[in-house]
């Protein structure tokens, strides 16, 4: 009987060494997208966290793309209300960052990474995304925790989201911290 390979066990993202990031505009997240891509091509990139480039990218693009098309499911309405009253503001404000180490429940799963997603084509479907918004489309629908959120509010937490998945990515150029 062929003996298994273990499974490295996941690192915790509480604790894990991460880039400090905090994105001000789109501008600034496709250049460290760029800076990524640079130091992937040049074989320097280093991760600190759980995902891959790809699966990274891919959970953003999710993220993203809903925000602007709708997402597929919402979470029921009692745990909404309790939500919007207790985390839109936190969510919204731009000078609070998002906590590692959230665990998506299983209603969330749509959210979750491809798994065996290439990075480079998930970069570029993000890449997609970005664009969108920057040629003028605009994130129209609700969150499907925290109900009705305007495009900037949506910015505010698209830009927090950034910082914290792309913090566990560190090009050539850029020290860990």
Do not use: Y
């Amino acid at each position: 009987m062929p003996q298994s390979v273990a499974e490295t066990p996941p690192i915790d993202t509480k604790s894990a060494h991460r880039r400090s990031l905090r994105f001000a505009s789109l501008d600034e997240v496709v250049a460290d997208l760029d800076a990524i891509e640079d130091s992937l091509d040049a074989g320097t990139l280093k991760t600190s966290g759980n995902w891959s480039v790809g699966e990274a990218c891919d959970h953003l693009r999710k993220f993203f793309e809903f925000a602007i098309d709708g997402f597929p499911s919402k979470a029921p309405a009692p745990v909404r209300l309790i939500a919007r009253m207790m985390l839109k503001r936190r969510a919204t404000a731009s000078d609070e960052p998002f906590p590692a180490g959230f665990k998506l429940p299983k209603a969330a799963s749509a959210l979750l990474p491809t798994p065996g997603i290439g990075d480079r084509e998930s970069m570029a479907a993000l890449r997609v995304q970005i664009d969108r918004v920057q040629k003028g489309e605009r994130f129209s629908h609700p969150s499907p925790l925290i109900g009705s959120l305007t495009h900037d509010e949506w910015m505010v937490m698209q830009l927090k989201h950034f910082s914290l998945h792309l913090s566990f990515l560190h090009p050539s150029a850029q020290p860990t911290t």
